[in-house]
DNA sequence: CACGGATCCTGATGGC
DNA sequence: TGCCATCAGGATCCGT
């Protein structure tokens, strides 16, 4: 369900609402990604100061530590007082004096880890090789050019990887690949400057409208507010194999790449 | 180092 | 209460 528009969406939703509440008790269901790292009782007692995103990541700024929500593939938050009682997938409750966070994650490839702070070990192994940010600053098409020149792998694994831009996970790949007019099993290193440009422009363009539209998902993705988000009707590409592309109707092909689908269009996208 | 693949887990779906 | 194979939004780890 999470890419980065996903993740900020959710966010958006709740950062306000928790900041500055007591934590005041840990509730944790079966094991998820990785392990806590620190007993539920540090937590108890501190204060949730704000919450920040980095890449795909939720980042809990307490008093005295960060906490670090993933979700996977799967995972949702939630946040509210009071919630129901935790169901099977519900596997960490943050219960605080403002309400509860809540972790929903049927498959568990999510994580919460704590670390004593952004320099700590636990968080460099997490955070520590990201790429830049797609909605930055720091995301200039001069670096990202410089980026692509170094890979011989194709365009949409570079995407992937996380390493040239952060944020960008397969729905949204396919997306700005055929925003940018790209195949994408073209090797990065054979994209001119000029479509990199292209490309530049189109993650920037299509991960800012899928935030303020409130976040993609063809399934189940709601923020934890429970609203739903719209981006899924307006796919060019992803999960439309057969179906006539928006553009020139030729049907969308699909295949796989390292295990995952891909979607284009082959007269729009130019290898 | 760069790259490709296996891997974690549960649920939905479709073919037979 | 049918069974089995395939696929699903991520990304780390390991072998080459």
Redesign the pocket.
Known sequence: ???LP?VEVTRLSFAQRIAGARIDGVRMG?PL?WPLGCEPEQLVGQRVLAVRRR???LLLDLSEGLLML?L???GSVSFGSPLAEPG??DHFDLVTSLGTLRLHD????GAVVFASDEADAAAQ??LG?LGVEPLGDAFDVATFQQALK?????IK?VL?G?QAVVGV???YASEVLFLAGIRPTTKALRISKARAALLHGAIRQVLAQAVAKGG??????SNAQGEAGHF?LEAMVYDRAGLPCRVCAAPIKSM?Q????TFYCATCQKP
């Open positions: 369900m999470p890419e996903e079966k990604r890449g795909k990541y993933h996977g593939m799967s099977k997938h049927p498959r568990r490839f192994k997490l090789r170094s890979r011989n792998m194709a694994q992937l996380g996970g397969n729905i993609s998902t063809l399934r189940d993705f899924q796989r390292g295990q995952r689908s």
